[in-house]
């Protein structure tokens, strides 16, 4: 989508009448078939419901505009705009088909109390073997031993830890997870260079 909005807008200037007739002139399919896709997309994120997914998905397009204010192509104002955009039509989407969110935001403090729970026994589970883990997909029958009764112990079935992070601890060791983390903030680095160098897809 920027690109093509940068192939639009090369050379021109949209602050005149006639910079904004010549970008209309060069809009084509292309442009229409992003948009369509990106809007199928918002709006399946929405109806899931999922209020993790969604806050990421935030965190995700704030570092996307972040970062592209970092590139010498771009201009900080232009970024601002765009992050305009995008949330008018967040919340816009969100006020029209976003009930189910909404009602899963009104009870985030109940649920909110239970993962913290489930956070402390997991993190107990893992002082019990922090080099080597458990064993990969081991959560299940691992989390079953430390569950303690507040968690509906023999009536509920927890197959997940509700954090990537901690269930991969667990399963494969802490220094397993601080490999991975390594390896990802040596892309992240890789990728600010990029965005504050390259003249090209920055």
């Known amino acids: 989508l920027v ?6 807008s090369d050379g021109i200037s949209l602050r005149t009448v006639e910079g904004l007739v ?14 369509a896709i990106l809007g199928v997309l918002g709006l399946a994120l929405i109806l899931t419901g999922s209020r993790a997914a969604l806050a990421v998905t935030g965190m995700g397009l704030t570092t996307f505009l972040a970062v592209a204010a970092l590139s010498p192509r771009v201009s900080a104002a232009r970024v601002v705009r765009f992050g305009l955009v ?13 009930e189910l969110v909404i009602e899963r935001l009104e009870a985030v403090s109940h649920n909110f109390s239970d993962r913290l729970d489930v956070f402390r026994t997991v993190a107990r589970a893992i002082a019990e073997r922090p080099i080597l883990g458990t064993g990969g997909g081991s959560f299940e029958n691992i989390f079953q031993i430390f569950r303690p009764v507040s ?8 197959d997940h830890a509700h954090n990537t992070y901690l269930e991969f601890s667990l399963e494969y060791g802490v220094p397993a997870l601080l490999a991975v983390l390594f390896m990802m903030l040596l892309a992240l680095a890789v990728f600010a260079r990029g965005s504050a160098q390259r003249r090209r897809n920055d």
Do not use: K, N, Q
């Open 22 to 35: 010549r970008a209309s002139e060069a809009v084509d399919f292309r442009l229409y078939m992003i948009c």
């Open 86 to 98: 995008i949330a008018t039509g967040a919340l816009v989407a969100v006020a029209f088909m976003g």
């Open 3 to 8: 690109e093509e909005l940068r192939r639009i």
């Open 151 to 158: 968690l509906g112990a023999g009536t509920l079935t927890y």
